[in-house]
């Protein structure tokens, strides 16, 4: 009970589980209707889901600023390639808490005459590229841990004596096979010993999915939108509720 | 800007920021009521005003068991006076948000038949409740520091040049009231932190004494007296100094 206090104090949590609320009534609303229900209960259920989507955005109403302040601290880092990365990843977050702000003030009748679509559309564009700049700092610090992977087996364990050794004979199927074998392996063995950077790379994986249909540029419908938003919010509760899980920097 | 991200991360931070625009608006609307050229401004700002509250409603959902917390810890308070009205005013904050919870299921749609002014009714009841443990609480901290005080050889030295001083001052009953008010003065400024859960607690008190029609003031007083118990919230949580213990 102690632990829901501490959790429940700190106004991201919040924000957390009430987007995992919003995408398993997304979910809800495309299995009710595919399913048949009554067009009363879908209504109540799509609007829950815009209830909760709107209040986000009022909790949301500071981000920018703690974006802009992250982005400050990733310019500092030691590694270029995660610094720029990052940095940008952060820029693009507060330009898309901007837009949603303005979204907000147009939805609740301050701004008047705002273009909702435009708008929404500009906040989805600026989400993409801080996902896609995340997805490229995971796919790097995977390739670093591969590497380094790759090393230690070769300096526990001399090299296979069966390898062909005329390179310029063309590589024939079996051992392409048997490479692309290891490099799995390598890859399972690093991703099962880095649990932080597993989830980051899921958590990221199902984000991307939500601005790519919104923006049609791969549209997949609503069941799997929800489904992947409600994955990526279950997996940010998780390293909200084990730190040791949140991928540092 | 470091300080002002620590404060919103907060969740009580953002909700206190919240329940003060909100406020701020109704006291707008009311000014502004009988203004024929701002009708425009009057709609954007009830619109403000219900979506904020909707919002807030959202966030409370948690806030039964953090009460239900608040009250097992201050059910092991030594001071009697002190554990009973705290306990009791936690107990009332948790049945107040569970009524709230019940509400915002209704508006939401996902509970129909239910009677939304009487658990509205209850909702204000049990808030009126805390609020009069809390103000109790206060009560008694403040005859607790003046009993102290009273009993302090050089207060009770300060207390008989300050009053000797005007000697114009009606003697019989008024030399007591006068010795009363400063004592209750120089208490309230040595612990500005009592002083300023006092003032917060009355302003808050009016909000439901109206709703229930205990005493009818207008929206005006209601908006006004919301928005200063929103801003000492804001700065006791700002200030952890100027937050009241337990």
Redesign the interface.
């Known amino acids: 009970?102690?632990s829901?206090?501490r959790f429940?104090?700190?106004?991201?949590?919040?924000e957390r589980v009430?987007r995992a609320a919003q995408y398993a009534c997304t979910l809800l609303g495309y299995t009710l209707q595919k399913g048949g229900a009554a067009a009363e209960l879908r209504k109540?259920v799509s609007?829950?889901e815009a209830?909760?989507s709107?209040?986000r955005k009022?909790?949301r109403l500071?981000n920018s600023?703690?974006a802009l302040?992250a982005a400050k601290r990733a310019i500092h880092l030691s590694d270029s390639v995660l610094r720029l990365c990052l940095t940008i990843s952060h820029l693009n977050r507060a330009m898309y808490f901007a837009c949603d702000n303005v979204l907000w003030a147009g939805k609740?009748?301050?701004v008047s005459k705002l273009d909702q679509h435009k708008w929404s559309q500009r906040s989805f564009r600026y989400y993409l590229f801080a996902l896609i700049l995340n997805l490229t700092r995971d796919v790097y610090e995977l390739r670093l841990l591969i590497e380094c992977e790759e090393r230690s087996r070769a300096a526990r364990s001399p090299p296979s004596p069966t390898l062909p050794t005329d390179h310029s004979l063309s590589p024939s199927a079996p051992d392409v096979l048997a490479w692309l074998r290891r490099q799995l392996h390598l890859l399972v063995t690093v991703l099962y010993s880095n649990p932080p950077l597993l989830l980051d790379l899921l958590k990221n994986s199902c984000d991307v999915f939500i601005p790519l249909d919104r923006l049609g540029i791969y549209p997949t419908g609503q069941g799997f939108v929800g489904a992947c938003g409600l994955a990526s919010s279950v997996l940010s509760l998780l390293t909200m509720v084990h730190p040791w899980l949140k991928l540092k920097p | 800007m470091d300080a002002v991200v620590k404060f919103t991360s907060q969740s009580q931070g953002r909700d206190r920021i919240f329940r003060a625009t909100q406020y701020a608006c109704a006291l707008s609307i009311y000014l502004l009521r009988n203004n024929s050229e701002r009708k425009n401004l009057v709609a954007k700002l009830k619109s403000l005003e219900t979506n904020m509250s909707a919002g807030r409603k959202l966030f409370r959902l948690g806030n039964t068991v953090n009460s239900i917390e608040a009250a097992k810890r201050t059910m092991q308070l030594s001071d009697r006076v002190l554990c009973l009205c705290l306990t009791a005013a936690n107990m009332n904050r948790a049945l107040y948000f569970i009524c709230d919870n019940v509400l915002w299921a209704r508006s939401v749609g996902l509970i129909r038949d239910i009677d939304k002014e009487r658990w509205s009714l209850n909702s204000s009841r049990c808030y009126f409740l805390s609020l009069v443990m809390s103000l109790t609480r206060d009560v008694y901290v403040v005859l607790q520091l003046m009993t102290q005080r009273a009993r302090d050889k050089h207060f009770r030295q300060k207390m008989e040049l300050q009053l000797n001083e005007s000697p114009e001052v009606a003697e019989a009953v008024i030399p007591h009231l006068d010795a009363f008010l400063f004592l209750l003065l120089e208490s309230l400024k040595s612990h500005p932190a009592v002083a300023l859960d006092t003032l917060k607690n009355i302003c808050d008190l009016f909000i439901p004494l109206d709703r229930l029609g205990l005493y009818k003031s207008n929206a005006g007083v209601v908006g006004f007296c919301g928005l200063i118990s929103s801003v000492i919230g804001i700065v006791t949580l700002a200030q952890p100094k100027l937050r009241l213990k337990p």
């Not at chain 1, 429940?8 to 919040?14: P, R, T, Y």
């Open positions: 009970m102690d829901w206090v429940n104090a700190q106004s991201q949590a919040k009430i109540t609007q829950l209830h909760m709107l209040s009022l909790l500071g600023v703690e302040e609740t009748g301050l």
